[in-house]
């Protein structure tokens, strides 16, 4: 390699390291304001007492639910009863996010629509989850 393509090459490489920090700044900046927004549907029912019930019950599953031709079995009965009573966007979006572990990005594509409209319909189902939930302990 002449001194020219050595400079290239340089400069190619700086240009690299500049747009990988860049793109791990703007994951972690992502990563943070996800975190700092997302309630985990865990800590919506963290809240209530759970009753200990018999081992034998516990693994049961209470409720099936079908999503984009998933199935999704959700052990707890409340919790599953909540989200039967949803309407039926917003319980594909709860069940393939928390269950299914699909991205906001992957549900918008799955759902036709916008990653915006996947963030709304899930604080929507929270929402109305925490309430129904806290109706139902009280």
């Known amino acids: 390699m002449n001194d020219y393509e050595m400079g290239v090459a340089h400069r190619f490489a700086a240009f690299c390291k500049k747009v990988l ?3 791990a700044y703007k ?12 309630i985990s549907l865990s800590l919506v ?17 209470a409720c ?3 999503v984009r031709g998933m199935v999704v079995d959700i052990a707890d009965e409340c919790v599953g009863e909540a989200i039967f ?5 917003l319980q594909e979006v709860i069940l393939l996010y928390y269950f299914l572990d699909f991205s906001n990005e992957q549900i918008a594509t799955l759902c036709n629509c916008s990653k915006r ?20 302990h009280e």
């Open 117 to 136: 409209t996947v963030i709304r319909r899930k604080l929507e189902a929270l929402s109305i989850l925490e309430k129904e939930l806290r109706d139902k």
């Open 27 to 38: 994951w972690y900046a992502k990563r943070k304001k996800h975190d700092e927004r997302e």
């Open 45 to 61: 029912y963290e809240e209530y007492e759970m009753d200990f019930q018999d081992p034998k019950e516990y693994f049961e599953t």
């Open 64 to 66: 099936h639910f079908y």
């Open 21 to 23: 920090k860049l793109s």
């Open 85 to 89: 009573h949803l309407k039926e966007k």
